[in-house]
């Protein structure tokens, strides 16, 4: 009965918690990640095959250049795409999705964040003997993890593997008690979330009670975790049909592309805020000086989380949209403002080792994502440092005076109420923003719907269904896209998520036939038109195969490249620059013969075109 009444209302809670988050968000999921997994879920509840290959959208040879989430949150394998997230939580997923429906999406994080959050209570009485401590540090934890929580399905589970890590460690005298046992949870913890290994060499580091046993315990530990990692690479065999998946080298490459390291980067990385700069550092400069200040209540404590509350309240004041503010939610003393209650002087061996996994894989963390870890590596990666720093907050708090606690304990628990109300409210937000697009599209005749950035093609997954969405980078791909429909007679039915201002509609062969402004709601701005596509007899159509033909010359497709010159010069045939760069695609085919006809052609429009006289007389055209 200890367990089991726990555990039903955890359930009970579960119910509510996603419940509420499925009406709270309007049923849509956030951003590209979620997207994939839902497909995923979908897609094996409905395969014969009963696997989490994502079919190719129609028309196929569009899809397969076009597809709505690029690489790298799926990859081409042959025929289908597969997300490239572990195989276990969409799995689940599906099996939930047979028989709850899309409620399911919701159901299944809320079940593992009820768990967590009542496994972390019985571990944290256990170590503090102190229940408001306790109820304190779920509380935390709970405002921490909200938004990623219901987001990113497979950080939460991760963090349930990883308890039995932690209360192995919480233990003094006993380490190689159910240290295998320990090991296969550790490694269920790693295939959900790679960067969970971080803590495995820091356990090499840590102190053993009993150094003479240090090595038969590793080998334990390890040994379970080496099980535990083969059964989930032949999860990854049987349904997706690989040993692995390639979320981790995915996020390395992210973390190590673009942005170069410089000393400069990492104030904002660490302590992005919307505060401006200025009077976030003035702050973080108060917060240093309260800590040299005042002895026995650690300052830096009472200031992290003031200031905290300060910078969430700043945009609200101003009547900022809440969803503004997740890009200056990255940073680690933001996101953990509570941070400050560990930084004392360890007095226990498990203070000690809980200080360094959170700090240590913390550090390691930034140290492999050294050019962009904001972020890529923000917060949702270090949810495996949480738990260990909670834990030492805990312990601080546990041994300081009555009053000094109460007070850090109200400014902490404000601070985390106000970042988990945000978190909520950002989710819905986004929900309520899609909903409308959603509805504005539905309600259009277009079939097919272009998209110009990454996410939308998943933000609007529920219409996958009834439409096909295909995602371009940039004006070239929007022209290789409209020739694709042109050859396959796609002329109408066509809707643009428009929002760069690179790319002009006005100079593309199409004809708008509606036009609604994007209000910036969920981050979209721009405008949603609908168009259909002029025929041949629009002059705008010999830009697109010229752009076309000096893509595909420049790629080494001479041939291809010929004969869009060739389509474009049918458009406007007195064009000598077009005339010039086909002799030029014809002269290195090795075609002499055609290149000197067509200098000859664009000689004939324009007498003074030095370039085409010059090379003729290079290939012997003129005496």
């Known amino acids: 009965m200890r367990i089991i009444r726990p555990l039903f209302i955890c359930c009970l809670t579960a119910l509510l918690a996603a419940f509420s988050a499925y009406r ?51 990859s081409p394998t042959g025929a289908a795409y597969c997300g490239i997230f572990p195989a276990l939580w969409p799995l689940l997923g ?7 429906g899309e409620f399911s999406f919701y159901l299944l994080p809320a079940l593992a964040f009820t768990l967590f959050l009542w496994l972390a209570y019985r571990s944290l009485l256990e170590l503090t003997m102190h229940r408001l401590i306790a109820q304190w540090g779920v509380l935390i934890l709970a405002a921490t993890l909200v938004f990623y929580g219901f987001t990113y399905w497979e950080h939460v589970l991760a963090l349930i593997f990883l308890m039995p890590l932690f209360n192995w460690l919480l233990r003094q005298d006993d380490l190689d008690r159910k240290t295998v046992l320990t090991g296969v949870a550790f490694g269920a913890a790693i295939s959900l979330r790679l960067e969970a290994a971080l803590l495995y060499p820091l356990i090499w580091l840590l102190t053993f009670p009993r150094p003479g ?36 080298s995915v996020n390395l490459n992210l973390a190590n592309d673009g942005t170069g390291f410089s000393l400069a980067s990492i104030p904002g990385l660490v302590f992005s805020s919307p505060l401006p700069p200025a009077y976030f550092a003035a702050g973080l400069l108060i917060a240093a000086v309260l800590g040299l200040l005042f002895k ?140 409308q697009l959603d509805q504005l599209i539905r309600k259009g005749k277009a079939r097919i719907i272009i998209t110009e950035r990454w996410h939308e093609g998943a933000d609007l997954e529920p219409l996958w269904k009834d439409k096909t969405l295909l995602w371009v980078k940039g004006l070239g791909d929007i022209e290789e896209l409209l020739i694709g429909f042109e050859d396959q007679n796609i002329l109408d039915s066509l809707g643009w998520l428009h929002s760069s201002g690179q790319i002009d509609p006005a100079t593309l062969p199409v004809s708008i036939q509606s036009t609604r402004a994007l209000e910036g709601g969920a981050g979209w701005v721009g405008e949603y038109l ?27 497709q001479l041939s291809a490249g010929a004969d869009f010159f060739r389509k474009a010069l049918l458009v406007t045939p007195r064009n000598p620059d077009l005339h010039y760069d086909l002799a030029v695609c014809l002269g290195k085919m090795g075609d002499t013969v055609a290149a000197t006809s067509e200098l000859r052609a664009a000689l004939s429009l324009n007498p003074q075109h030095n370039a085409a006289g010059s090379l003729l007389r290079q290939l012997g055209g003129i005496p």
Request: proline share 7%.
């Open 94 to 100: 599906g099996i939930l999705y047979l028989l709850c």
């Open 296 to 435: 026995k209540i650690p300052g830096f404590a009472i200031g992290l989380p003031s200031l905290a509350i300060v910078s969430m309240l700043f945009p609200l004041l101003l009547r900022g949209t809440v969803f503004k503010m997740t890009a200056f939610t990255q940073g680690l003393f933001f996101a953990f403002p509570w941070i400050g209650l560990t930084i004392t002087r360890p007095r226990s061996v498990v203070e000690r080792r809980f200080l360094m996994l959170g700090f240590g894989s913390i550090l390691l963390t930034y140290l492999i994502g050294m050019k962009h870890p904001g972020m890529h590596w923000g917060p949702r990666f270090l949810f495996v440092a949480l738990t260990p720093l909670v834990f030492v907050a805990a312990l601080n708090l546990r041994r300081m005076p009555r009053k000094s606690a109460r007070l850090l304990i109200v400014l902490t628990a404000l601070s985390a109420i106000l970042y988990g109300s945000l978190s909520l409210a950002v989710l819905h937000e986004r929900g309520s923003a899609c909903a």
């Open 213 to 248: 046993k240090k090595w038969k315990i590793i080998l334990r530990l390890t040994s379970g975790m080496a099980a535990s990692l083969a059964s989930a690479a032949l999860l990854e065999r049987v349904f997706a049909g690989r040993w692995f998946s390639p979320q981790i």
């Open 530 to 556: 609908e168009f259909r596509l002029n025929g041949r007899e629009d002059k705008r159509w010999a830009e697109l195969y010229w752009h076309a033909a000096r893509r595909r010359t420049e790629a080494g």
């Open 24 to 74: 709270f968000s309007v049923g849509y999921p956030w951003g590209v990640d979620d997207g994939v997994k839902r497909l995923m879920a979908e897609g094996f509840a409905s395969s014969p095959s009963l696997t989490l290959q994502l079919p190719l959208q129609s028309p196929r040879a569009l899809s397969a250049q076009f597809f709505p989430i690029p690489y790298p949150f799926v």
